[in-house]
């Protein structure tokens, strides 16, 4: 059976990564998962210098999902690269740098930063609804989203994913916009902007007023759109929102998603990663799939 | 880095020991024998509408029968849908965690108010010296019989019907309490007048705080607090409730 996937020239061991954000650097979750059996390690966003994050609370649980407004807090590029990059590369599995920024210049020095490093894959959040600068404002917009993605490609060794917003009235032209720019590939969805009242406390619920709603509630969101991006560009997805077990990660995948990424299902189970790798193996098994390839994007 | 388990724990007994207020214990694998006094468990709800665990303080620990026991209140569907599950039935628990109480040799003072009373059962009898606990209640007592046997214990009610009038403070400095170490859980105000006293009166003083948290292991970032020092781990004046914490001296955190 045959599990590998390939991200813009990087081999995959199994189309299983974890969503940006939501595992760390894996340190962690390292003592429940062994990380090598992963196909990927996506970090969380790492910006050129460290952030604070929004005030608290930060999150808030909705009906079969959660909104988070953590403000992208990170220790900054140089610790990252001190710590971080070398714990990860203890594992097996492949490296993607998350990348945040306030200004296309804040990316570009942290691609610059990361291009020399062992990592394999950088994904640039231009999709992130909870900080003030940056973030989505460049991932709103196709006209922005294609110039911010030519710029980082200028300084970018490693392939460039660029992770689209849902925040948006037509995936498929982001999708086209980043190709355009020069994406090797992009995940989606991020997402999407939220907003939850405490009507006991008559206040917002997170202390940043808006969050990003992410969990199985937005599924069925996610696969539609990973469809329509898979359908409109020829490079390779990797699908994400509310995965929690292998059957949703198998309709990304035949929506068109070459990989997938568990986000808030860790949260659930620390376990989730590893029970939807197994999960896919034993659905191919049984309906004799040789190879995961034969069913990306298989429904048309 | 300490272990921590994900379990299907059986419940041993659940009962209502003040109205809203739930006393269950837990027969786990390995968590009971890896605990310690002011850790957490995360506790999973089994209606799959409701995702993210519920941090509930450990009570007390039976490290001979594998069990812990929490004692928490109801406070929305998440609560109140583990306060129906009866003996036998099973929990998705994952734990321990946090950092837990200092075990310290001195002359201590344990002051809770509310639903962080519970956490303090377990430091009273796991500490050596002469043990003194102040416990603000809004009106229903509840553990104060068992705090009895394990220190000298001052109440404090709303309305005064039992001990001081007035919040744990008020018992506090009516009762004149003078300690070494003292040690308090309970809401940020209280936590805020602990802060203030131990200055104050020059005593080492350690917190336990509470936030809304979604991992429970230090990966999400979702339960900060802020320090008054840059954090070692997140780079900035952050500290995680959950894997710094939830236990902290004082003047380490501003409180807000």
Same mark, same amino acid.
């Given at each position: 059976?045959?599990?590998?996937?390939?991200?813009?020239?990087?081999?995959?061991?199994?189309?299983?990564?974890?969503?940006?954000?939501?595992?760390?650097?894996?340190?962690?979750?390292?003592?429940?998962?062994?990380?090598?059996?992963?196909?990927?390690?996506?970090?969380?966003?790492?910006?050129?210098?460290?952030?604070?994050?929004?005030?608290?609370?930060?999150?808030?649980?909705?009906?079969?999902?959660?909104?988070?407004?953590?403000?992208?807090?990170?220790?900054?590029?140089?610790?990252?690269?001190?710590?971080?990059?070398?714990?990860?590369?203890?594992?097996?599995?492949?490296?993607?740098?998350?990348?945040?920024?306030?200004?296309?210049?804040?990316?570009?020095?942290?691609?610059?930063?990361?291009?020399?490093?062992?990592?394999?894959?950088?994904?640039?959040?231009?999709?992130?609804?909870?900080?003030?600068?940056?973030?989505?404002?460049?991932?709103?917009?196709?006209?922005?989203?294609?110039?911010?993605?030519?710029?980082?490609?200028?300084?970018?060794?490693?392939?460039?994913?660029?992770?689209?917003?849902?925040?948006?009235?037509?995936?498929?032209?982001?999708?086209?916009?980043?190709?355009?720019?020069?994406?090797?590939?992009?995940?989606?969805?991020?997402?999407?902007?939220?907003?939850?009242?405490?009507?006991?406390?008559?206040?917002?619920?997170?202390?940043?007023?808006?969050?990003?709603?992410?969990?199985?509630?937005?599924?069925?969101?996610?696969?539609?759109?990973?469809?329509?991006?898979?359908?409109?560009?020829?490079?390779?997805?990797?699908?994400?929102?509310?995965?929690?077990?292998?059957?949703?990660?198998?309709?990304?995948?035949?929506?068109?998603?070459?990989?997938?990424?568990?986000?808030?299902?860790?949260?659930?189970?620390?376990?989730?990663?590893?029970?939807?790798?197994?999960?896919?193996?034993?659905?191919?098994?049984?309906?004799?799939?040789?190879?995961?390839?034969?069913?990306?994007?298989?429904?048309? | 880095?300490?272990?921590?388990?994900?379990?299907?724990?059986?419940?041993?007994?659940?009962?209502?020991?003040?109205?809203?207020?739930?006393?269950?214990?837990?027969?786990?694998?390995?968590?009971?024998?890896?605990?310690?006094?002011?850790?957490?468990?995360?506790?999973?709800?089994?209606?799959?509408?409701?995702?993210?665990?519920?941090?509930?303080?450990?009570?007390?620990?039976?490290?001979?029968?594998?069990?812990?026991?929490?004692?928490?209140?109801?406070?929305?569907?998440?609560?109140?849908?583990?306060?129906?599950?009866?003996?036998?039935?099973?929990?998705?628990?994952?734990?321990?965690?946090?950092?837990?109480?200092?075990?310290?040799?001195?002359?201590?003072?344990?002051?809770?108010?509310?639903?962080?009373?519970?956490?303090?059962?377990?430091?009273?009898?796991? /500490? %050596?010296?002469?043990?003194?606990? +102040?416990?603000?209640?809004?009106?229903?007592?509840? #553990?104060?019989? $068992?705090? &009895?046997?394990?220190?000298?214990?001052?109440?404090?009610?709303?309305?005064?019907?039992?001990?001081?009038?007035?919040?744990?403070?008020?018992?506090?400095?009516?009762?004149?309490?003078?300690?070494?170490?003292?040690?308090?859980?309970?809401?940020?105000?209280? /936590? %805020?007048?602990?802060?203030?006293? +131990?200055?104050?009166?020059?005593?080492?003083?350690? #917190?336990?705080? $509470?936030? &809304?948290?979604?991992?429970?292991?230090?990966?999400?970032?979702?339960?900060?607090?802020?320090?008054?020092?840059?954090?070692?781990?997140?780079?900035?004046?952050?500290?995680?409730?959950?894997?710094?914490?939830?236990?902290?001296?004082?003047?380490?955190?501003? /409180?807000?």
């Amino acid at each position: 059976m045959n599990t590998k996937v390939n991200i813009a020239g990087v081999i995959l061991n199994n189309p299983v990564m974890t969503a940006s954000g939501t595992f760390g650097s894996g340190e962690e979750y390292s003592q429940f998962v062994n990380l090598s059996q992963l196909g990927a390690v996506v970090t969380k966003g790492v910006s050129i210098v460290p952030w604070e994050g929004n005030p608290t609370p930060r999150i808030a649980e909705t009906y079969g999902g959660m909104i988070n407004a953590i403000g992208l807090q990170n220790p900054g590029i140089d610790l990252f690269i001190e710590r971080d990059i070398p714990f990860l590369t203890q594992f097996d599995s492949k490296i993607v740098v998350n990348v945040c920024g306030k200004t296309m210049e804040d990316y570009c020095e942290v691609v610059e930063k990361l291009s020399d490093m062992p990592v394999d894959l950088l994904e640039m959040n231009v999709s992130c609804p909870n900080v003030k600068e940056g973030g989505i404002a460049f991932g709103q917009n196709p006209n922005a989203l294609e110039k911010i993605t030519k710029e980082v490609k200028k300084f970018a060794r490693q392939p460039i994913i660029m992770k689209l917003s849902p925040n948006v009235t037509d995936i498929a032209e982001m999708a086209k916009a980043a190709t355009a720019g020069g994406a090797d590939a992009l995940s989606l969805i991020n997402t999407l902007t939220g907003m939850k009242i405490d009507i006991n406390r008559k206040s917002f619920a997170v202390a940043n007023k808006t969050g990003g709603l992410s969990g199985p509630a937005i599924k069925p969101v996610a696969v539609r759109m990973v469809y329509e991006a898979a359908n409109a560009v020829d490079i390779p997805i990797i699908g994400m929102g509310g995965i929690v077990n292998a059957e949703d990660a198998l309709e990304f995948i035949m929506a068109g998603a070459s990989a997938v990424a568990v986000g808030t299902g860790n949260f659930i189970n620390p376990y989730a990663t590893l029970n939807v790798l197994k999960g896919i193996e034993e659905y191919m098994e049984k309906n004799h799939i040789e190879d995961i390839n034969e069913i990306i994007g298989c429904v048309r | 880095m300490e272990q921590k388990f994900r379990e299907k724990a059986v419940i041993i007994r659940q009962e209502e020991i003040a109205t809203g207020i739930f006393s269950m214990w837990l027969k786990t694998e390995k968590i009971a024998k890896a605990a310690r006094a002011g850790q957490f468990i995360a506790v999973y709800c089994n209606d799959g509408s409701r995702l993210l665990p519920r941090p509930i303080s450990i009570c007390e620990i039976d490290k001979d029968d594998d069990a812990v026991r929490i004692v928490y209140r109801v406070a929305g569907k998440g609560t109140d849908e583990i306060s129906f599950m009866r003996t036998s039935m099973q929990l998705d628990v994952m734990g321990p965690l946090g950092n837990g109480f200092p075990i310290k040799e001195k002359k201590a003072l344990l002051i809770g108010g509310g639903i962080g009373i519970p956490p303090l059962l377990q430091l009273a009898k796991d /500490l %050596k010296c002469e043990t003194q606990i +102040a416990a603000g209640y809004k009106e229903q007592l509840f #553990l104060n019989e $068992e705090f &009895k046997k394990v220190g000298n214990l001052y109440i404090a009610t709303e309305d005064g019907e039992h001990g001081t009038e007035g919040n744990v403070m008020d018992a506090v400095k009516r009762n004149d309490l003078d300690a070494e170490i003292i040690y308090a859980c309970g809401p940020t105000p209280m /936590l %805020k007048a602990v802060k203030e006293y +131990a200055k104050e009166k020059n005593i080492e003083a350690w #917190l336990s705080l $509470e936030e &809304k948290m979604a991992c429970g292991i230090g990966a999400c970032l979702s339960c900060v607090c802020k320090s008054k020092h840059k954090d070692a781990h997140t780079n900035v004046n952050n500290k995680r409730v959950c894997k710094e914490g939830p236990v902290f001296r004082a003047e380490e955190v501003e /409180l807000s």
